[in-house]
């Protein structure tokens, strides 16, 4: 009987739920191509179409420097793969962060951001008596 290559367990799971919800810094979702192209200029060997085989589960057990260049790419910790404590903080970091900065959320942040120690006090004791209030 040969060696089972059993591969990363939800592999192909991991990878599409990066993909659907870490946005690239221009806002524009990652794409198998954009992956790819990342890998080939830090000279980790792969195509559109050996990404695409992860996503579908074609694959699942490409080399440790790919899924390190991923994780890297989407700026994760590479131990996501294969950490189940580290996938679930890495997911619960994106939904506080999504949560944070929504669009319609951005110039109330910027502004908050920019208020001096005094105000920003004076703000807090603003949102305490809101919360106080119900």
């Given at each position: 009987m040969?060696?089972?290559?059993?591969?990363?367990?939800?592999l192909?799971?991991?990878?599409?739920?990066?993909?659907?919800?870490?946005?690239?810094?221009?806002?524009s979702?990652a794409?198998?191509?954009?992956?790819?192209?990342?890998?080939?200029?830090?000279?980790?060997?792969?195509?559109?179409?050996?990404?695409?085989?992860?996503?579908?589960?074609?694959?699942?057990?490409?080399?440790?420097?790919?899924?390190?260049?991923?994780?890297?790419y989407?700026?994760?910790?590479?131990?996501y793969?294969s950490?189940?404590?580290?996938?679930?903080?890495?997911?619960?970091?994106?939904?506080?962060?999504?949560n944070?900065?929504?669009?319609e959320?951005?110039?109330?942040?910027?502004?908050?951001?920019?208020?001096?120690?005094?105000?920003?006090?004076?703000?807090?004791?603003?949102?305490?008596?809101?919360?106080?209030?119900?």
């Amino acid at each position: 009987m040969g060696d089972v290559d059993r591969g990363v367990p939800r592999l192909a799971i991991k990878l599409n739920w990066l993909m659907a919800n870490i946005r690239n810094a221009d806002g524009s979702k990652a794409t198998s191509e954009s992956i790819a192209a990342y890998l080939t200029e830090r000279g980790i060997s792969a195509s559109t179409s050996s990404i695409g085989h992860l996503r579908t589960g074609y694959r699942s057990n490409p080399s440790w420097q790919i899924l390190d260049g991923i994780a890297d790419y989407f700026g994760i910790p590479g131990q996501y793969w294969s950490d189940d404590a580290v996938e679930q903080a890495v997911r619960m970091d994106v939904a506080r962060l999504d949560n944070t900065y929504r669009p319609e959320r951005a110039e109330l942040v910027a502004r908050i951001a920019a208020l001096s120690p005094e105000q920003l006090r004076s703000f807090t004791r603003a949102v305490d008596a809101l919360d106080n209030d119900h």
